[in-house]
């Protein structure tokens, strides 16, 4: 079996995620779309470009699908697992430098705001607030990643089980950062990786001010409890 399983969760993705399906096919990786009963077909258009697919009965959330995929993997002979967005914003091409990383550490994260890390396409506005977000991360939890919101990375299998992935609580964005900050409590290496982030061509973006409010709340939350703590 491929040592590596793709994970990718979707709802209303099928204009794209045929596009990400075939441009994968050239690593020849076990791809696991884990779709939140799409009304537009997302399921079926995975699965005809060969993809494996748990097909939920609703949108349940990113870190509900997320959690379900780590599930399935974990059960299985897979040594890492590797989260993309189906959208197109994350890019075949650096999975190159990602899977290059993957023995280097518990987890990688490819990165928008490291050196040699890029966006596209974003306006200024989208840019202030994800690095606002990412330095309010840094300062509250008292870590060094820069890009603790991003969501293509790879985790290897070890540090999923250890980190009990299962109780994480996040289902928005704040899903990654809870990831991150539960990753090096349980003292996994965490290295980023420059990726270039692309502004997706297709559907919409699933960012709301509920998922802003639950990160906002939760890092506080966190970042209060640690100073507490010590």
Not at 39 to 50: I, K, N, Y
Not at 113 to 120: E, F, L, T
Not at 151 to 180: A, D, P, W
Request: proline residues 1%; positive net charge.
């Amino acid at each position: 079996m491929n040592k590596f399983l793709v994970v990718i969760p979707t709802y209303n993705e099928a204009q794209s995620i045929g596009l990400l399906l075939l441009d994968l096919k050239s690593f020849n990786l076990d791809v696991l779309v884990v779709d939140d009963g799409s009304p537009d077909g997302t399921a079926e258009v995975a699965r005809s470009h060969g993809a494996l697919v748990v097909s939920r009965v609703k949108k349940l959330g990113l870190g509900s699908a997320y959690r379900a995929g780590f599930a399935w993997a974990l059960a299985r002979d897979y040594e890492f697992v590797i989260q993309m967005d189906a959208d197109g914003s994350h890019q075949v091409s650096d999975l190159v430098n990602l899977i290059s990383a993957a023995y280097s550490a518990d987890v990688i994260i490819g990165s928008r705001w490291v050196k040699g890390g890029a966006i596209k396409n974003w306006s200024k506005g989208r840019e202030i607030l994800s690095r606002s977000a990412n330095a309010y991360s840094q300062f509250m939890l008292g870590f060094s990643i820069k890009d603790s919101t991003a969501g293509f990375r790879i985790y290897s299998k070890k540090i999923l089980r250890t980190m009990e992935v299962e109780t994480i609580l996040s289902e928005g964005y704040c899903f990654q950062i809870e990831m991150t900050r539960r990753a090096i409590n349980y003292g996994a290496k965490v290295r980023e990786v420059p990726i270039t982030f692309i502004e997706r061509k297709f559907g919409q973006s699933k960012m709301s001010f509920s998922i802003a409010i639950e990160a906002i709340w939760r890092v506080t939350i966190w970042g209060f409890s640690s100073l507490l703590g010590r």
